[in-house]
Structure formats: structure tokens, C-alpha cells
């Protein structure tokens, strides 16, 4: 029983990670109908930065957010204005193969600026709660990736439903046409949309940095668990987004404690296993989304 207890407990934290992860490349997809190969690699840049913070100024990890989320905010502003706006209204191949480009070389630069050797970084949030209940134990720095995660998607639910731009982009996502014919500038709202969106992606890999080792080429997995989630979240979808990475988190942790030795590649394997169950059965996710079911 302590086994499955503890187990439970790091899938749910594990799945509080996945859960931000997601939110960037669910929102992006949805809103913009881009399919950002490149998702990876912005929270590999955003670990990077904190990694990188905490080096050369010996901050705690997590302070490095005054740093993580305007250079990403002005990154993903930047790379939507020059690049990414001009490949909205194209098919989905060109995105996805412009994407992939951009998820080369970000990769290959930071190699070049860092080389290959992994990271890490080291907080004081470290070491664990005990829970009175044998030897069962709640890692400290994921709790407060869990809770991070919580707190991002509840100002991230109350800007889309509450303020002006947050209700423009849901019209976005909703039907492009008409939100243009009541006057909503369509190119500003994706540009602040991406913005945000990898912004939040770049805060997800500060909150990753100091639970895994960073290297250039970290991107590709995640990226691949972003389709998986989302697939079983819905487009945009914030409940969704927690859902799913609790999910995911969840049956990774299960199967990596139950199968030992083969269990942390079985765990990668099962969320693409969910991946093509989801999408034959429900295509438009789970939870719904921000766009309505019929258009996804």
C-alpha cells in the first residue's frame, strides 16, 4: 500500500509539470491553429535560463522568473511577428515543417553556446515532507511545481474569460472571420497569444530545471508528450491541461513502479498508446476546448 501511495503522490506531482507544459502548445494549436514542432525547446531555453541565472548570480532557481518570462515573452512576440504570421493561413505542413526548423536550430545554437554536457540546478526547496503514513513522502520542489502549475492555470482561466484581450483570443479560436468583422485585430491578438504562450512555456522549464538534468535535446520528448495531452485534453483546454498531465503523469509513474527495469521506456511508450486511443475514439479531447467540438 505505501508503494501505490507513493507512487500516486509523484504521479500527481509529475503530472502538475505536465500539466504547464501542455498549456503553451494546447492554447497555440487551438487559437492559431499552428502546431508548434519547436514547443520542446522553448522549455529547454527556458531551463537554460535559469540554469544560467542561477550560475552567474547564485539566485535561487525560482527567483529566476524575473528573468524567464519577458526574454521569452519578447522571444515568442518577436518570432510570431517575422516568422510564424506568415504561416498561419498556409496548410499545416508548412508549420509544421517551419517548426521543426526552428526546434533544429534553437537545439543545435544552445549546443553550440553550452556544448552537450548536461546541467543541473540545485534549489533550497529541496529534500521531502514525510506524511506520517510509513515511509511515504512528498517531494518538496515538485509541490511547488504543483502548485505553481495550479496557480498559472487559474490567472491564465480567469484572463481568457475576464479581460478584453483574453475574450479576443477565445474569439480567435472560435471563428477567425467573424472576430475580424467586430473589429478585432487578428495578427496583435496572435502575436500576444504566442507571446504568452511561450512565455508560460518558458516557465515551465524553470520549474523543470531543478528536478531533471538540462541538455540541448531535451525538447523532442516533451514535445511529443504535449501532442499526447492535449490530444487527451482538448485544444486550449485549461481543466483539460491538468487532467491529462495528471493522467499521463500518473500511468508513467504506475508502470515505471509496478515494471521495474523496463519501466521508464513502457511509461513513454503508454502516453502515445493514449494518444491514438484518444484521437480514434474522441478527436476533439476529452474536456472539450476553446474551440467548439465540431471544429476541432
Given amino acids: 500500500m505505501e508503494q501505490f501511495t507513493q507512487a500516486a ?12 507544459m501542455v498549456l503553451g502548445f494546447s492554447i497555440i494549436w487551438g487559437v492559431m491553429g499552428v502546431i508548434n514542432l519547436a514547443h520542446g ?11 544560467f541565472v542561477s550560475r552567474q548570480l547564485g539566485w535561487e532557481p525560482f527567483l529566476a522568473i524575473i528573468f524567464v518570462l519577458p526574454i521569452m515573452f519578447a522571444l515568442g512576440y518577436v518570432l510570431q511577428r517575422i516568422l510564424i504570421n506568415r504561416i498561419i ?6 508549420s509544421l515543417l517551419v517548426t521543426f526548423a526552428l526546434a533544429i536550430i534553437m537545439a543545435n ?3 553550440l553556446a553550452f556544448e552537450a554536457t548536461f546541467r543541473s ?4 526547496f529541496s529534500g521531502f515532507w514525510r506524511t506520517g503514513f510509513g515511509n511515504v513522502t512528498i517531494p518538496i520542489t515538485k509541490s511547488m511545481v504543483l502548485v505553481s502549475a495550479l496557480l498559472v492555470m487559474l490567472l491564465l482561466h480567469l484572463f481568457l474569460q475576464y479581460t478584453r484581450l483574453g475574450k479576443s483570443i477565445r474569439a480567435a479560436a472560435q471563428n477567425r472571420e467573424a472576430a475580424r468583422l467586430v473589429g478585432i485585430e487578428i495578427k496583435q491578438v496572435y502575436a500576444l ?16 530545471s531543478p528536478t531533471q538534468p538540462i541538455y540541448p535535446f531535451m525538447g523532442p ?4 508528450k504535449a501532442f499526447a495531452i492535449t490530444a487527451l485534453s482538448g485544444l486550449g483546454s485549461i481543466p483539460g491541461a491538468l487532467m491529462g498531465g495528471v493522467v499521463l503523469g500518473l500511468v508513467e509513474v504506475f508502470i515505471a513502479t509496478y515494471i521495474p527495469g523496463v519501466g521508464t521506456n513502457l511509461g513513454i ?18 474536456f472539450g476546448g476553446l474551440k467548439p467540438a465540431e471544429a476541432v
Avoid at 9 to 20: D, E, P, R, V, W
Fill in 89 to 94: 493561413e498556409r496548410p499545416h505542413l508548412i
Fill in 41 to 51: 525547446e522553448f522549455v529547454m531555453l527556458g531551463a537554460y535560463i535559469t540554469w
Fill in 9 to 20: 503522490i509523484n504521479g500527481i506531482m509529475l503530472g502538475g509539470f505536465y500539466a504547464i
Fill in 109 to 111: 545554437a544552445v549546443k
Fill in 221 to 224: 520528448v516533451l514535445t511529443l
Fill in 193 to 208: 497569444t504566442f507571446a504568452i504562450c511561450i512565455a508560460i512555456t518558458g516557465l515551465a522549464g524553470m520549474l523543470i
Fill in 121 to 124: 540546478v540545485t534549489t533550497m
Fill in 269 to 286: 511508450v503508454s502516453s502515445f498508446v493514449i494518444l491514438v486511443v484518444v484521437l480514434v475514439t474522441r478527436p476533439q479531447g476529452l
